[in-house]
């Protein structure tokens, strides 16, 4: 049938314009071919139809055409005004249909895109347009904007879209800090579209730099704006301001603040005072000072003891900023510290403030003493040693300490001793507790006190007496043999009474006997027992054995050595064994000994066989045992033969020797049957050098002797037998000998070594330290052949018989004990051993530490009571040295009576033997007295006087007023000139002595100057010829020695003294020549005494009372002065004249008139208001500024020093009579005391004493400071009115003087 095919196409022709063509293949195939498809003319369904006569049939497909994107509108670069809403297309065409996206690129280039998502508010994309609403300077880069459908590799343009914007700003406003005194750099960066133009402003005002040096600025052109910098060269307080940078475009202007605070560190705070303390805190408070425009973050109280330095000393305690009070706490009580403040801020710190010391308040110890440790010193002593507690825990000084002990089993308080604080740093304090129990336990405390009162106990500390060393050795001590190797030794304790103690237990000391001298070879067993076994032993030997008890004080004495014997047994092999062909049929075969005989050797045994492939039975040869070498004969030449030996005691026969194979030869060499060795002698003794030689033809022998071939001569020889003697070996002997034997058939040699041993050669000794009562020497022995036993160390004081003591000789270093403190000594030691004792060494001279006792100090040694006083002889140093005892005697104060017996000198011998521990009191004293105390204190290197001043408390247990005494002065100042005078000199013997040489001197210098000018020389210079100096003849008055010691007199300053003022004549002249008592009657030689005895108790208007002694006629005149004597009950004045010359001495301040008038003052010890005479130079002096004023106080006078919250003042002087009275004469009154107290002057020259007795000098001086045409009498007006106006309130007038 025929078909027909028809082709639908969707909306487009198919023809072939359209590119379509039909093609027919047959009357069954149809194609529809399609060229260049388009996606707009060809896509959609197409249908073939197909029909026949039967019918129709179609089919529909369809047509796809992909189509890769294309542009419709590409975007290109764009400009937006900032804040506009921008709009960019983006429009691509495709089959699918594209998708279009856009990305921003990250940097400034156009790379590195990312999606848009997040890059900026208001940015989106709407069927491929690119929206951003309100754009702004921040949109402003490259964007991609791609299109891809799948098809192809898609489109993509890259634009720039650039935004004009005015100058921004981002921040508006900010505050930037900058420190004090560095730079500091403002920045402000504008945004925007260039060109930008910055200005900038301080508080409002422009600021220009070249008008303002101070300030900098620069700009740098970013890519999106301007960067300007304003530099402050040095930032200072000033320059805290507000800043403005204005930025302007042609877009706009934009501005931004920035607010500079310059910041420093705080200044010093101020105001630091102290609101409260106690002992272990402070409260203080301040103000606050200038922040430095940081808010003070923190204080810091900085605070250190005054002792230590603000750098390494320091500690701080933190304070909150806002607090302007704090608290200082953990202080130490009585310390001393400074405190200051420093604050801080986020800059930094102040400075430091001005210190304020502080002184916390004292209390009692706080803490217990530390290292406390208590030894045994002996059975019946403790030594307990602490140190003072922590410094921090003194809370005060440490005045001493109160040491308790007890027995510690007992339930009784503590018995307490004190003890005084050691001042020494870190020295550790310590107590003998003596007198106590054998091996007892007792409990010791200690506890710190200080002013306040006592710290707190230390922990219990018990210790035990020491046990003392068993005084006898065990008794019944014995020893059995049991075997070879075993020794039962039994024994009984010691006596109970002489254990001194728990015996623990024994212990055995055991050796051989042969060398019992060495220590090394001795050995100990130690056991509880009273019975033990010594097993080990060496067999066959003598052993000595010794044993002792021992306690914890030590080893106790050792019991006289014993000696046991242990039992034989079987020897041990031969050392060695030789066999040496002799002949043909015969072999020497020789032996050494055993090195263990293990007994009495009886025989030995010699054992030969033959070997080879059938040995034979051993057969045994008997030898006897002084024999070592045995001739086998008759033996087979082809034959090998083995030979050994034992060797056999009454025990039996014990192992055998190595065995040798000899083979009997025709042919004999040269052979040497001894063995070498090393041969021991004794000094002296004949020495044999075996060397048996066998061999054929017959060997010849050679000696050397130390390596040089032998020089016969009679003490060494060669014997027969081949052997060498030496005769009467010395140590040169000793070396290397060798044997040599050699025949045609061959050699052999021996070398033996000969060992001499003699006496050991000397020890060198030399010290290694001493003690007090050890030396500590150094030995060395030298080495020896011989072993060395022992030592013996030889010793003597100087002038002494020689002692010695054994040495053990492997002791380097011996302590000799038990010698005599600070003593010489001579030592040295000899050594010995089995020889003998060898040559002594040099001889050491040394001496012991020590010295003799050295004195304490007053206060530390003497301990005052009304009627006693107690002598802490504990307080003397030693010198190392034990002390022996000490001599003590006193008397009273200035008592120098010389008695005989037990008051030699005044002195009373308390006791001369005084036992050195503890105290010692001296009672039936008198309450309220001054004494003299003489100590001698002696031990071991000599004895130490010292003499000491104390005064007894009165009744009612009050202090007394302290007495002058210048004899320890005068003394030390002796010593100094003469030190080469023996301490038994009396020195105020001596000063006597060395007194009257002085005026003797004196007085022949006067009249050899004198004389010459009696006659001779100018009237202004020739001595008075005038009788001024009669005077009757007191030359027999005398006072009793009662009166006497009340006495006081006044010291004549070493000086010229003032004249009256206004006067022609001093005050010596005016009383000559103007006195009632007329020329012949003058007070000058007269001394004025004052009364005293009843100082503290007589009524202050009776104590001026005076005794007025004149010169003996005669004799010159001496005068001492004239002076204001203090008048009160405090003041003590003591005179004397030497008896017979009519010279009254004048010494201020007090003192004792003695035997023979001489004085001895008491202490110096001077007021404010009397000079001391030794310091007139210092204050009223020469060139002293004061000299001459009307407010000068009397020169020389002392007064002794009132007792503490007692004092006394003086009383006012007696009436004051005109210096015109016509009834001033002489005499023992009141008024005589002051009649011329005027004679001293405001503003005058100075008359010395001689000038006193000079007319023409007085003539000339007589208008020396008197003003001018004014006549005597007006002159003693004028100095009346002064002296009335010059008065002071306690009734004494300037220059108020006393003759003397």
Not at 565 to 580: F, I, L, N, S, Y
Not at 904 to 933: F, I, M, R
Not at 1212 to 1228: E, I, V
Request: proline share 8%; glycine share 8%; charged share 20%.
């Amino acid at each position: 049938m025929n078909i027909q095919w028809t082709w639908q196409g969707a909306g487009a022709a198919l023809n072939k314009q359209n590119g379509v063509d039909i093609s027919r293949f047959g009357p069954r195939r149809s194609i529809l071919t399609i060229e260049n498809l388009n996606n707009n003319i060809h896509t959609g369904n197409y249908t073939c139809l197909v029909s026949n006569s039967a019918g129709n049939v179609n089919h529909t497909a369809e047509l796809i055409v992909i189509v890769p994107p294309r542009w419709i509108v590409e975007p290109t670069d764009r400009a937006f005004a900032q804040g506009s809403d921008a709009r960019i297309e983006c429009k691509a065409d495709g089959f699918p249909k594209p998708n279009v996206a856009w990305k921003k690129a990250a940097g400034d280039g156009p790379m590195d895109y990312r999606d848009l998502k997040g890059s900026a508010p208001g940015m989106r994309v709407e069927d491929g347009h690119l929206i951003v609403a309100s754009i702004q300077k921040n949109s402003e880069g490259y964007y991609l904007c791609e299109a891809n459908n799948g098809i192809g590799a898609g489109l993509s343009a890259v634009i720039f879209v650039s935004v004009q914007a005015p100058p921004q700003f981002e921040i508006k406003f900010r505050n930037q800090t900058a420190r004090r005194g560095e730079p500091a750099v403002l920045q402000c960066e504008a945004k925007g579209e260039k060109p930008i133009g910055i200005l900038w402003s301080r508080d409002g005002k422009r600021l220009d730099p070249k008008s303002d040096p101070g300030y900098t600025i620069r700009e740098e052109i970013l890519t999106n704006g301007v960067l300007s910098d304003l530099s402050v060269k040095r930032s200072e307080r000033t320059d805290t301001a507000l800043f403005t940078c204005v930025a302007t475009n042609a877009f706009g202007s934009d501005e931004t603040s920035i607010n500079l605070i310059v910041q420093e560190p705080p200044e010093v705070p101020f105001g630091l005072k102290v609101l409260d303390k106690s002992g272990r805190s402070v409260q203080i408070a301040w103000s606050e000072p200038y922040n430095g425009n940081s808010p003070i973050t923190r204080y810091y109280i900085e605070f250190k003891m005054s002792k230590s330095d603000w750098l390494t000393g320091k500690d701080r305690v933190l304070v909150p900023g806002n607090q302007v009070m704090a608290g200082v706490y953990n202080l130490r009580p009585a310390t001393t510290y400074h405190v200051r403040l420093v604050a801080e801020n986020e800059v930094g710190t102040s400075e430091a403030s001005q210190s304020v010391t502080i002184i916390t308040a004292e209390e009692a110890p706080s803490g217990p003493p530390t290292g406390i440790a208590v030894e045994p010193v002996d059975q019946h002593t403790l030594k307990l040693t602490w140190k003072p507690p922590l410094k921090e825990e003194w809370n005060g000084d440490i005045m001493g300490y109160y040491v308790g002990y007890k027995l510690a089993s007992s339930d009784k308080p503590y018995l307490f001793e004190t003890v005084e604080f050691s001042r020494e740093v870190g020295k550790e304090h310590h107590l003998m507790i003596s007198n106590l129990k054998t091996y007892t336990e007792y409990s010791v405390v200690v506890q710190a006190f200080n002013r306040i009162g006592p710290g707190p106990m230390s922990k219990e500390v018990t210790q035990h007496t020491a046990e003392g060393k068993p005084e006898q050795a065990p008794q019944d001590f014995s020893c059995t043999t049991l075997t070879s190797q075993s020794i039962r030794v039994s024994w009984n304790s010691p006596p109970l009474v002489s254990a001194n103690g728990v015996i623990k237990g024994y212990k055995v000391i055991f050796g051989p006997a042969s060398t019992w001298y060495d220590e090394k070879t001795k050995e100990t067993k130690v056991t509880s027992a009273t019975e033990t076994i010594l097993h080990g032993l060496k067999k066959y030997t003598n052993y000595n054995i010794t044993i002792l008890a021992y306690t914890s004080g030590g080893d106790g004495i050792p019991t006289v050595a014993i000696s046991c014997h242990t039992e034989q047994d079987v020897p041990g092999p031969p050392m060695a064994v030789k066999g040496v062909v002799m002949s043909v049929d015969s072999i020497l075969v020789s032996w050494q000994p055993p090195s263990e005989p293990n007994g009495i050797i009886t025989q030995y045994t010699v054992y030969f066989r033959t070997t080879g492939e059938k040995e034979s039975e051993p057969k045994p040869q008997r030898v006897p045992a002084f024999q070592t070498t045995y001739e086998m004969s008759g033996l087979q030449r082809k034959e090998r033969y083995e030979f050994w030996v034992t060797a056999s005691t009454g025990i039996g026969e014990g192992k055998p020797s190595k065995s040798v194979i000899v083979a009997p030869s025709s042919k004999v060499p040269a052979k040497i049957a001894s063995f070498a060795e090393k041969v021991v002698a004794t000094h002296k003794e004949d020495v044999k050098l075996p060397c048996q030689v066998v061999g054929v033809p017959a060997p010849e022998i050679q000696w050397k002797v130390k390596g040089s071939p032998l020089t016969q001569s009679d003490r060494l020889r060669l014997l027969p037998d081949g052997s060498l003697l030496i005769k009467e070996v010395t140590r040169k002997d000793a070396g290397i000998y060798q044997c040599k034997a050699e025949n045609s058939f061959g050699s052999d040699a021996i070398m033996h070594t000969l060992v001499v041993q003699a006496p050991p050669q000397p020890p060198s000794i030399a010290l290694a330290g001493t003690t007090g009562t050890a030396i500590t020497v150094r030995l060395k022995s030298p080495t020896d052949s011989a072993p060395l036993h022992g030592l013996t160390l030889h010793y003597k004081q100087d002038f002494g018989e020689w002692e010695t003591t054994q040495i053990a000789p492997t002791i380097n270093e011996y302590t000799l004990e038990g010698l005599s403190c600070g003593t010489r000594y001579q030592l040295y030691a000899t050594s010995y051993n089995g020889i003998g004792t060898g040559e002594a060494s040099d001889i050491l001279n040394t001496r012991t530490k020590g010295t003799k006792p050295s004195v304490p100090s007053a206060q530390k040694f003497i301990e005052v009571s009304p009627n006693s006083v107690t002598l802490h002889l504990s307080s003397w140093d030693d010198g190392g040295c034990t002390m022996l005892y000490f001599v003590v005697e006193y008397k009273q104060k200035h008592h120098t009576d010389y008695g005989t017996g037990n008051n030699v000198g005044g002195w009373t011998t308390v006791s001369n033997s005084v036992k050195p521990s503890g105290n010692y009191v001296v009672l039936d004293l008198t309450p309220a007295t001054w004494y003299e105390l003489r100590i001698t204190a002696h031990n071991n290197v000599g004895f130490t006087p010292a003499e000491f001043q104390f005064a007894t408390l009165t009744v009612t247990g009050n202090v007394i007023a302290p007495a002058r005494n210048n004899d320890n002065d005068k003394r030390a100042l002796l010593e100094l000139i003469f030190p080469w005078l023996p301490e038994w000199v009396d020195y105020n013997l001596l000063l006597v002595f060395l007194a009257i040489i002085i005026i003797i001197l004196v007085a022949i210098a006067i009249l050899c100057v004198a004389l010459p000018r009696r006659k001779s020389g100018p009237e202004s210079v020739r001595l008075r010829d005038e009788g001024l100096y009669a005077q009757p003849d007191l030359r027999g008055m005398t006072l009793k020695r009662e009166f006497r010691d009340e006495l006081g007199y006044i010291a004549p300053p070493n000086r010229k003294l003032p004249p009256v003022p206004g006067s022609n004549y001093n005050t010596c002249d005016r009383l000559k020549r103007g006195g009632p008592g007329g020329p012949d009657e003058e007070i000058c030689p007269y001394a004025t005494f004052h009364l005293l005895g009843f100082r503290e108790e007589m009524d202050p208007s009776k104590s001026a009372a005076a005794l007025t002694l004149p010169h003996p006629p005669g004799h010159g005149h001496h005068r001492g002065g004239s002076q204001s004597a203090p008048r009160g009950t405090n003041t003590t004045r003591y005179g004397k004249g030497p008896v017979g010359t009519g010279v009254v001495s004048s010494v201020a301040g007090g003192g004792i008139v003695g035997p023979g008038g001489m004085i001895a003052p008491p202490n110096n010890v001077f007021s404010p208001e009397y000079d001391d005479p030794a310091n007139i130079d210092e204050e009223y002096g020469y060139g002293s500024p004061r000299r001459g004023t009307a407010g000068r106080r009397s020169i020389g006078s002392m007064r002794t020093v009132p007792i503490p919250e007692s004092p006394s003042p003086p009383p006012p002087p007696p009436p004051r009579p005109s210096d015109s009275s016509p009834s001033s004469t002489p005499s023992h009154s009141q008024n005589n005391q002051s009649t011329n107290s005027a004679n001293d002057s405001k503003e005058s020259n100075e008359l010395s004493e001689a000038e006193c007795d000079r007319d023409p000098l007085i003539k000339t001086r007589n208008s020396i400071g008197n003003p001018p045409n004014l006549s005597t009498e007006e002159m003693r007006r004028l100095l009346e009115k002064n002296e009335a106006g010059n008065s002071i309130p306690n009734g004494l007038t300037p220059y108020d003087t006393v003759n003397v």
